[in-house]
Nanobody, 113 residues
Framework: HVQLVESGGGLVQPGGSLRVSCLVSGLTYTMSEYRFGWFRQAPGKEREGVAAFGRDGSTSYAGSVKGRFTISRDNAKDTVYLQMNSLQSDDTALYYC??????WGQGTQVTVS
């Protein structure tokens, strides 16, 4: 069965950088055949999309993170990454990885303070 395991979260100062990872397993096809995305949920707020990969390799970003965050993947390592730069306190949230918006990881906490 499909599993996604996020890691790399932590505490970072405003203006700092962090890279979170999502290790994927159990896919039927190669990673390049799937859409992947990163979502986040802050306390008291709804889950929101942050960045995504289309099947054609195209990327999309939420307006609030465009120019600061970069989604990437390493198919050989079965891993999707989210590089986050110029972090702000508003970026504090639990970050989730998803594929096909049907399978979700347990999340990794990012705190900017």
């Amino acid at each position: 069965h499909v599993q996604l395991v996020e890691s790399g979260g932590g505490l970072v100062q405003p203006g700092g950088s962090l890279r979170v990872s999502c290790l994927v397993s159990g896919l039927t096809y190669t990673m390049s055949e799937y859409r992947f995305g990163w979502f986040r949920q802050a306390p008291g707020k709804e889950r929101e999309g942050v960045a995504a990969f289309g099947r054609d390799g195209s990327t999309s970003y939420a307006g609030s993170v465009k120019g600061r965050f970069t989604i990437s993947r390493d198919n050989a390592k079965d891993t999707v990454y989210l590089q986050m730069n110029s972090l702000q306190s508003d970026d504090t949230a639990l970050y989730y990885c998803t594929t096909a918006w049907s399978y979700w990881g347990q999340g990794t906490q990012v705190t900017v303070s």
